[in-house]
């Protein structure tokens, strides 16, 4: 399981990697020469290149929050029943 979610990681931060820059180029060269149509798909590119790098940015937070949380964990369960 986990190296399948590693592998998951790794496409989507070579997909935010290759998107976001291509969708840049794609509306610059797309400003550039007049083409609506280029600089629409540049702006959806770029778009879905960030989303990547957000996924990629929230799992690795909530990753470094869970082992934070867990390090601050108080085990419940040593109490007693009489105690709770």
Do not use: K
């Amino acid at each position: 399981m986990a190296a399948r979610r590693s592998r998951l990681l790794v496409t989507v931060a070579v997909l935010g990697c290759l998107l976001l820059p291509s969708g840049i180029a794609l509306v610059a060269s797309g400003v550039g020469d007049g083409s609506d149509g280029r600089t629409v798909l540049g702006i959806l590119v770029g778009l879905a290149g960030l989303v990547c790098l957000r996924i990629l940015y929230w799992a690795r937070r909530i990753r470094s929050m869970t082992q934070a949380g867990l390090a601050f964990h108080v085990d419940d369960d040593d109490r007693g029943p009489t105690e709770r």
